[in-house]
């Protein structure tokens, strides 16, 4: 099987889908890679980080189109397109920018299958990056995935590997509901086994990247490989961890999270969306209330601070959850 960088694994997604059907359209500011010279010249880049980079070439601007800068027209126009029978993929860039087009998704596609009576479709896309350790400032490095999940009729994608990423991807431009797909930044060089072909990976099936049987960690996207290296850590010391990645938020794999908590008694939730009404309050929750009688000590629940991601790249760091962290979070649930 080839090692393809989740860049490459996203990008190959979108190029075959594009290939597979003729109502698959791209969407967004700059997924040309520019706005002048020559072909090359304007395809040197492929969007903001890359992921689009040969699209345009093969697909020409009638299937990739440059929008400008206003992200209300753009998730507008993919919503309008989306209704009347395309399948558009829209290019948010920073998912922090939903801010400005948030009407788009939750007042119109989110709920025009329930407001025609089951008779409308709204298959679209909205790809954009989430997280921080980039340096990019407060407006630029948030993971509102959280926000998006509360909103009924939209489904929530939240990949950790190359491998899930064009999964998920090619999944998410065939359903017929419109789906918020969050890209982690510091993941796109992340290198991992992807099949040549397409494939796709259901919505709502948890994955376990390790297996054990003394603590379950739950972590999304960048903080599943911390959550990894803390399980390899501690394996040396014979403790036994289990990290499961529930891939997509909305729908969510209850009864794979159950399932591990039911196993190993003791949870740790890492998230990076918010320390308030955040995704690892909601698995708080849910395994309170539904597998309360499986836990042999309380709930941690590993978020940074209630705060906005700091500039300065020391405060940054800081602020993220680390290996350090979690490590301290599972030692803790053994001890109680």
């Given amino acids: 099987m080839a090692i393809k960088t989740f860049r490459e694994a996203l990008n190959e997604a979108l190029m075959q889908e594009m290939e597979r059907d003729q109502r698959v359209v791209l969407m967004g500011e700059d997924v040309r890679g520019g706005s002048g010279g020559s072909a090359k010249d304007v395809e040197a880049y492929g969007g903001v980080l890359g992921v689009t980079k040969g699209l345009w070439g093969r697909f020409g601007s009638s299937r990739v189109i440059d929008t400008p800068i206003t992200e209300s027209a753009l998730l507008g126009m993919a919503a309008g397109s989306a209704v009347t029978g395309l399948r558009p993929v829209a290019d948010l860039m920073f998912m922090d920018f939903f801010g400005v087009s948030h009407d788009m998704l939750y007042n119109q596609a989110a709920k025009f299958r329930y407001m025609f009576g089951g008779k409308a479709k709204t298959p679209m896309v909205v790809r ?3 997280g921080a350790g980039y340096g990019a400032g407060a407006q630029h490095s948030q993971s509102p995935y959280n926000i998006f999940a509360t909103t009924p009729g939209l489904k929530v994608v939240v990949p950790s590997s190359p491998y899930d990423a064009k999964g998920l991807l090619i999944q998410a431009i065939r359903d017929d509901d419109p789906v918020v797909f969050c890209e ?6 992340l290198e991992g086994e992807v099949p040549d072909e397409p494939y ?17 960690i739950i972590a999304l996207a960048a903080m599943v490989h911390q959550a990894n290296a ?3 850590k501690l394996a040396a010391e014979g403790i036994s961890v289990e990290v499961v ?5 909305s729908p969510l794999d209850e009864e794979g999270i159950l399932e591990s908590v039911d196993w190993t008694g003791r949870v740790v939730v890492v998230d990076e969306s918010a320390a308030r009404v955040g995704f690892a309050h909601d698995v708080a929750a849910l395994i309170a209330s539904k597998g309360f009688r499986s836990l042999k000590a309380p709930i941690e629940l590993v978020t940074p601070p209630h705060t906005p991601v700091p500039f300065a790249p020391s405060l940054e760091q800081a602020w993220l959850p680390n290996a350090a962290r979690i490590e301290a979070a599972v030692r803790k649930v053994l001890e109680a």
């Fill in 184 to 189: 982690h930044k510091t993941l796109y060089k």
């Fill in 200 to 216: 796709t990976i259901p919505f709502g099936m948890a994955r376990y990247t390790r297996e054990g049987d003394d603590v379950t």
């Fill in 245 to 249: 990645d529930p891939r997509t938020i």
């Fill in 128 to 130: 954009g990056m989430i």
């Fill in 230 to 232: 803390v399980a390899d």
